[in-house]
């Protein structure tokens, strides 16, 4: 792998899971340090990022990573709602048996770490989510779709929604999953699009109700 992809993979990482979180700023010298390269592969990736939509550049400061606001999110559940139920509906018509075994496997062990919660189970179940929906974008066999849909699902705040889940809507999210999986499994295309539409929307209105809980002042500032 080369020098700035390894910087670009690492960095993408760590601002999806907040180790470098909204309006931390970035520098190259200290990303060349840590990760043992030059300064031109970091600004490389930077370049990248910045591409993403996942770093700003500010004249005579430097990048910072983008802080999202209201409007960020609704505009990404809108997009969301709008094509991950067209990528269901292609990959009913376009999945392999290997590739539908691979979203089940992911399913099931998501709604057996809502179940079970054990110690860790909210970053486990993060990353099955995550797994389940990159497996799905493959199997539509469309790149430019599944190109957007991973930038739209790596945003920092579409990754970070699970930490406001309910229990219950672990469980509704995971047996979404499932069903989504028998309606491949069926080749039913308007099932598994009928099904995706309802499982991010549910997500969306989790986001915005934790959006207006969050714009509530305390019992402290009132």
Known sequence: M???????????????????????RITEKEIAAASGVSRTPVREAMRRLQAEGLLEFV??????????????????????VLLEPFAARRAASNATEDEIAQMKSAAEAQYSEGRDR??????????????????????????????????????????????????EDLQRSARHHLEIVR????????????????????????LRSTIQSDSQPSLKQA
Do not use: C
């Open 2 to 24: 080369k020098a700035a992809e390894k910087v670009y993979n690492d960095l993408r990482a760590g601002i999806i899971e907040a180790v470098y979180p909204p309006g931390a």
């Open 118 to 167: 054990a110690h860790g189970y909210l970053e486990r179940i993060t990353d099955l989510n995550d797994q389940f929906h990159k497996l799905l974008y493959v199997a539509s066999r469309s790149e430019r779709l599944k190109s957007v849909l991973s930038a739209l699902k790596d945003a920092p705040l579409v990754f970070e929604t699970f930490r406001d889940y309910t229990d």
């Open 59 to 80: 004249p005579h400061q430097g990048a910072f990573v983008k802080t999202w606001s209201d409007s960020d999110a609704e505009e990404i559940f809108e997009l969301r």
């Open 183 to 206: 309606a491949i499994e069926a080749r039913d295309g308007d099932w598994a699009a009928s099904v995706m539409r309802s499982h991010v929307q549910a997500a969306r209105i989790t």
